[in-house]
């Protein structure tokens, strides 16, 4: 690839990840273009800032700068289909193709990177790195699978810094692009089984990705996890967890809504970590954040007890959207869609809010994993006291005959069970009463909160 293209066209330019993208060549003096399905605030704020997107699959659409085949790298997402017109027309016209993870493997390559992959646990991981690096004097290039409070923006720009941090998405094997200076695996408990086909090619996907680690670089893992990593001679590995590894916690202390802790690290103990969102499975993302920048060395005791202080959180991952004065009641929203983290993100609520009715809205993402997990969903679901299940979230998918929300409604073991359309999902929630909420899936539900808010305090003042 040719790394002067002064164009680069996006098709699929309202992606999260995909938006980083556009910003960073932006910054690089590019001009930056693309295609969407739809309009977003995404799509809207890109525009502001100088991207050029278009909503028609029309080849009629691209800018004229963009059609010199010599100047200009078209970048697409695998959510694309392969029959768009204009991946169909750029393949044709002999225009150089590649998907968005090529490009983030080409950053890597130019940069000290810091890697996080992993089922579930890496945005708020990569999330906590980038944040602890951007307050250091090392600073960061971020690219980031989530939206960093207070930042706004899923990508943090430093052009002086060497370092990277990169979300590493195993969908897809996108993170096969990638060259890892500090590679981090959170968990590899089975997803994207539509990819993948079985547990066994999943786990060996994550082997692969380990042996893209740079030759002097590091592996940090997750203590316990199944598969089998398989590094370059050189390569340093490291394990970690909230209680053994070479990094974990220790003094672990809870009470007036902090959690603060120890980082036992292989040469050094930090003392007194305390957590900006004071949720226990943060204190295991803050190891492997806080670790990670350890071993690409540019650790600082003090602005890393201030990063984790004042690291608010990627929206969508346990972000508090509503509290009511005096202890009322509570509206937490959270991107879990696999079964373990839907599993962790109810036992955090419980913690936090001991001996309350929980209530919680889960939105199923995608047939294919509705169907290869609906037991495992249905029993995490279970440990709510009332549960409201909206149709499945269909993303990239055609439905698939006789997966509907119905086979995780009907091994629910829950004391109150609602089978809801979105439509009706604020009102029956308000009238049917909560104490504290718990919004939960990777599809459109985080867009019906606002309703639910608002007939709350519209209850209120009646």
Do not use: W
Request: net charge negative; glycine share 8%.
């Amino acid at each position: 690839m040719d790394h002067q293209r002064s164009n680069i066209y996006f098709v699929g330019a309202g992606g999260i990840g995909m938006a980083a993208l556009e910003r960073y060549f932006l910054s690089r003096g590019c001009r930056v273009a693309g295609y969407d399905r739809t309009p977003s605030e995404l799509t809207e704020a890109l525009q502001r800032e100088g991207v050029t997107i278009t909503f028609v699959d029309d080849p009629a659409t691209i800018p004229a700068p963009f059609l010199s085949v010599e100047d200009t790298l078209v970048v697409y997402t695998p959510a694309v289909p392969e029959s768009s017109k204009l991946l169909t027309f750029f393949r044709g016209k002999g225009y150089e193709v590649i998907k968005r993870a090529a490009l983030l493997g080409i950053i890597t390559r130019m940069s000290q990177s810091l890697c996080f992959a992993g089922t579930h646990g890496k945005t708020t991981t990569s999330s906590m790195a980038a944040h602890l690096l951007h307050r250091s004097p090392e600073g960061c290039n971020a690219f980031l699978g989530g939206v960093l409070r207070p930042y706004n923006t899923n990508f943090i720009l430093d052009p002086h810094s060497q370092y990277s941090v990169i979300e590493a998405d195993e969908y897809d094997r996108s993170f096969h692009h990638l060259r890892p200076y500090v590679a981090v695996v959170t968990a590899t408990d089975p997803d994207h089984l539509d990819i993948y086909g079985t547990e066994e090619a999943y786990l060996e996907s994550f082997s692969r990705f380990t042996e893209l680690i740079h030759p002097e670089g590091c592996l940090l893992m997750h203590t316990g996890l199944k598969f089998t990593p398989r590094v370059a001679p050189g390569v340093r590995i490291f394990t970690y967890s909230l209680t053994e590894g070479d990094f974990h916690a220790a003094n672990l202390r809870r009470g007036d809504g902090n959690l603060i802790f120890d980082l036992v690290a292989p040469h050094m103990v930090v003392k007194d970590i305390s957590l900006g969102v004071p949720v226990e499975v943060n204190v295991e993302n803050a190891i492997a954040a806080m670790g990670a920048v350890m071993l690409a060395g540019a650790f600082h005791q003090a602005t890393a007890r201030r990063a984790m202080a004042t690291f608010q959180g990627a929206r969508r991952r346990f972000e508090m959207r509503y509290r009511e004065e005096g202890g009322g009641r509570v509206i937490i929203d959270d991107y879990a869609h696999h079964p373990d983290e839907v599993k962790a993100s109810i036992r955090s609520v419980r913690a936090l809010y001991p001996g309350r009715r929980l209530t919680v809205a889960f939105q199923p993402h995608l047939y294919s994993r509705t169907r290869d997990f609906a037991p495992a969903f249905a029993e995490a679901l279970s440990q709510a006291d009332d549960v409201v299940l909206l149709p499945i979230y269909p993303a990239r998918e055609e439905p698939i005959p006789g997966v509907t929300s119905e086979i995780i409604s009907e091994r629910l073991t829950a004391p109150h069970l609602l089978l809801a359309d979105k439509a009706e999902m604020p009102t029956a929630i308000v009238d049917r009463g909560f104490d504290v909420l718990l919004t939960l899936g990777a599809g459109d539900i985080v867009n019906f909160i606002p309703q639910v808010i608002e007939k709350v305090q519209h209850v209120e003042i009646l």
